[in-house]
């Protein structure tokens, strides 16, 4: 099965707000509301943003949220930092107790 | 603290085989689904295998079915991802992630990876 579709970059200056967007199926992404996102900075272990499509957390900034709609998930980044500079992967659930993840997206802070 | 240390990386043959542990500590191992994700060089995050909390069910990508296999020792609290008739493309770090006891497939901690590099 294909990754989730994200876009490869997406890029935003200190304070803007950015939306990262991760496609599917019915199958997967529209199919079930268990869509998480997951941050990654260089040579480090991916770290949980969000979980069941909307929900932050504890410990995560209020600054990121997530929502979804049809077959079509998106991360929204607000009052970008610098420390927002990562790599983000969604992942959805695909049945059968298996899992996709999106192909990542590099997010620069200008 | 919550930790997953994974270990049994290294460099192997095309054809070969390797087995990668993961130690638990810090939470009630056994109340959790565990699972593997692994990350090409360069590449995004792929999903490998996962397994029920007493390992009576497991689950594997399309790519690793009849070569990998995913277990576990709840006595030891670990993790295991027995790996063999490896090829070139299984190249990748190989992360060990907990499965949220309160939150849908959702991957709430994970270790920091085990380098696995398949080369002549």
């Known amino acids: 099965q294909s990754a989730l579709t994200q876009p490869a970059s997406v890029s935003g200056s200190p304070g803007q707000s950015i939306t990262i967007s991760c496609t599917g199926t019915?199958?997967?992404?529209?199919?079930?509301?268990?869509v998480s996102w997951y941050q990654q900075h260089p040579g480090k272990a991916p770290k949980l943003m969000i979980y069941?499509?909307?929900n932050r957390p504890s410990g995560v900034s209020n600054r990121f949220s997530g929502s979804k709609s049809g077959n079509t998930a998106s991360l929204t980044i607000s009052g970008l930092q610098a420390e927002d500079e990562a790599d983000y992967y969604c992942s959805a659930y695909t049945s059968s107790y298996t899992v996709i993840f999106g192909g990542g997206t590099e997010l620069t802070v200008l | 603290e919550v930790q997953l240390v994974e270990s049994g990386g290294g460099l192997v043959q095309p054809g070969g085989s390797l087995r990668l542990s993961c130690a638990a500590s810090g939470f009630a191992f056994t109340t959790h689904w565990m699972t593997w994700v692994r990350q090409a060089p360069g590449k995004g995050l792929e999903w490998v295998a996962n397994i029920k909390k007493d390992g009576s069910e497991k689950y594997y990508v399309d790519s690793v079915k009849g070569r990998f296999t995913i277990s576990r020792d709840n006595a030891k609290n670990s993790l295991y991802l027995q790996m063999s008739s490896l090829r070139a493309e299984d190249t990748a770090v190989y992360y060990c992630?907990?499965?949220?006891?309160?939150?849908?497939?959702?991957?709430?901690?994970w270790g920091q990876g085990t380098m696995v590099t398949v080369s002549s």
């Open positions: 069941e499509v909307r």
């Open positions: 992630a907990r499965y949220s006891s309160d939150w849908y497939v959702t991957f709430d901690i």
């Open positions: 019915s199958s997967d992404v529209g199919g079930y509301n268990y």
